[in-house]
């Protein structure tokens, strides 16, 4: 909990302020400061940019996955066919 106003945060927010090396409270006071019209902005774009980036992630791993499982199928292709 935030000591000054008594709230809640989300875990996602807590992460997004101390990335920033801020407190929730001093997070959102900036972004008020800096976003006057939607004082969230900051944090929606950044939730979009760590949503960008686990999808990247999980796109390599994928690709890294499917050419191992390739390879791997290559592999045993290969031995049964100088094994009798």
Do not use: H, V
């Amino acid at each position: 909990m935030s000591e000054s106003t008594g709230k809640e945060w989300n875990p996602r927010y807590l992460e997004y302020a101390t990335e920033r090396g801020l407190t929730p409270d001093e997070a959102l006071a900036a972004d008020r400061i800096r976003w006057p019209g939607g004082c969230m902005a900051g944090f929606i774009i950044w939730c979009s940019e760590k949503d960008r980036e686990t999808e990247e992630q999980a796109a390599s791993f994928e690709r890294f996955r499917q050419n191992t499982i390739a390879e791997a199928r290559a592999t045993l292709a290969q031995r049964k066919r100088w094994n009798p």
